[in-house]
């Protein structure tokens, strides 16, 4: 596109209130900023604030635009991500998150906006958007094999979705070979987090149901076959916008002393024999099965990091493993210990956020399905990729025994019979940490937005 047909857009970006969904729209924003577009990131003010400390270096075109966030009952006033709850008090943010239309729809009509890109629960965005003339766009964080999975609005608003069982196999409108669907554990608990007036489900109908299009975090390299489907069931452009890898942040100062010792300890291993154990920052296990995860970790016999943020480990546990252990409490620096050369697998709790930063470095994944959001479905689906193997649990209550999770990390890790496994995902590198190729996705998507945008100030002259 040539330069004199491209005009620089007032882009607004609104995504749902938690750092998997956080991380990945302001990457987007600094690049739509950065390609010279004005971006406005608006979110509430203590996310604001998390923002710009972790972030101080932003292009001048993004601006984070603070929304008050409205107090309802039972939501704690410092609360402003789902990060700062347990699961069963989400539903309350949701519907704080659902009395900021007022403040956005504002914003939108005194900001001269173009596009708004926006994720799943904002349901009432698009109608809001089309009334002010504003076109809008639904950034899916969560990718094409889960979204084909929950299949087109008709089904999200009115079909399938009324009992857990419903969720627990493959839908008939996939053509292709799946084995990506729930386990009826981890339905019954993401219902918790759900508000009872508008479930999820009902969000996603309406958000793609009313949007102008919708993108998606994904390429054609790993996910064509899905990718192929969602046009044909929402019957609009579904389009992927590459993965949106993440660089190494400098997530820790010169002088951290704890990411220092950690550094020292993994330089101080072989390479790759290191296994990194992260759960996310709002899966919470019961003492029960931190205990088996524990006893299955201590079985293995390998080396490992475990970054601990909402459970505790079992008395006794660190001293027989300090010769091999790390156990981080609280937040930890992920980017770099992934890409540490020491290490050589991550067991996950399956967010995508997480599986994008594990296969841009080409590690194996010891899959261990955190149980909300789409984290099932992704277990299964990486699982069948072959890029890792998922640790057996019990369908129904997602209950496990340490010998299980022993044995699935030897065989992600060391095992011969995981050599296909690490083969797989070591071939990952190449298109997850390919940079120049998931940017040109990107790149293809904010050409689209400026070509939409010069069509439409020829045709209101």
Not at 97 to 118: C, K, M
Not at 164 to 185: G, H, K
Request: with cysteine; net charge negative; hydrophobic share 40%.
């Amino acid at each position: 596109m040539g330069s004199e047909s491209k005009r620089s857009l007032h882009i607004a970006m609104f995504p749902w209130l938690a750092h998997g969904h956080i991380t990945p729209f302001l990457e987007l924003s600094k690049f739509l900023s950065l390609r010279g577009h004005a971006v406005s990131f608006l979110t509430t003010p203590g996310n604001v604030a998390r923002l710009a400390g972790a972030h101080p270096e932003l292009p001048p075109s993004l601006r984070l635009v603070s929304l008050p966030l409205p107090s309802v009952p039972n939501l704690p006033t410092s609360a402003e991500s789902t990060s700062d709850l347990d699961i069963d008090s989400v539903p309350y943010l949701k519907k704080a998150y659902d009395q900021l239309e007022p403040a956005l729809a504002r914003f939108l009509s005194d900001g001269r906006v173009d596009w708004v890109i926006h994720d799943f629960a904002s349901h009432w965005l698009p109608r809001a958007a089309a009334r002010l003339g504003v076109r809008s766009v639904f950034f899916s964080t969560i990718n094409a094999t889960s979204l084909a999975f929950l299949g087109p609005p008709s089904e999200l608003l009115g079909g399938r979705c009324h009992k857990p069982e419903d969720l627990t196999c493959v839908p008939a409108w996939i053509p292709y070979e799946s084995t990506a669907c729930f386990r009826l554990y981890e339905v019954l608990k993401h219902q918790r987090c759900m508000d009872e007036e508008v479930s999820d489900f009902s969000r996603f109908g309406h958000t793609i149901d009313g949007c102008d299009f919708v993108i998606v975090r994904s390429c054609h390299e790993f996910e064509s076959e899905p990718l192929s489907l969602l046009p044909e069931i929402y019957q609009k452009p579904a389009i992927p916008i590459g993965l949106v890898t993440p660089a190494i942040r400098d997530e820790v100062g010169a002088d951290d002393e704890k990411w220092k010792a950690l550094e020292s300890w993994l330089s101080a291993k072989r390479e790759k024999s290191v296994l990194y154990i992260a759960l996310g920052t709002e899966v919470i296990l019961s003492s029960e099965l931190t205990n088996e995860l524990a006893a299955g970790i201590e079985k293995s016999g390998l080396p490992f990091v475990w970054v601990v943020r909402n459970c505790l480990v079992p008395a006794g546990f660190e001293e027989r493993v300090s010769d091999r252990g790390f156990v981080w409490a609280g937040w930890a620096p992920q980017t770099r210990i992934l890409a540490h050369r020491a290490t050589g697998g991550f067991l996950t709790h399956c967010g995508w956020n997480s599986t994008i930063e594990a296969l841009s470095r080409g590690l194996p994944l010891v899959l261990f399905s955190g149980g909300s959001a789409d984290q099932g479905v992704m277990a299964r689906f990486l699982h069948q990729k072959r890029v890792g193997f998922e640790v057996p649990r019990d369908e129904a209550d997602g209950s496990f025994t340490g010998d299980v999770v022993a044995k699935s990390i030897r065989q992600v890790m060391v095992e011969p019979e995981g050599k296909p496994i690490r083969a797989n995902a070591s071939a990952m590198k190449e298109v997850f940490g390919d940079m120049e190729l998931q940017n040109k996705y990107m790149e293809e998507f904010a050409g689209i937005l400026e070509k939409s945008a010069t069509k439409d100030q020829k045709m209101a002259k």
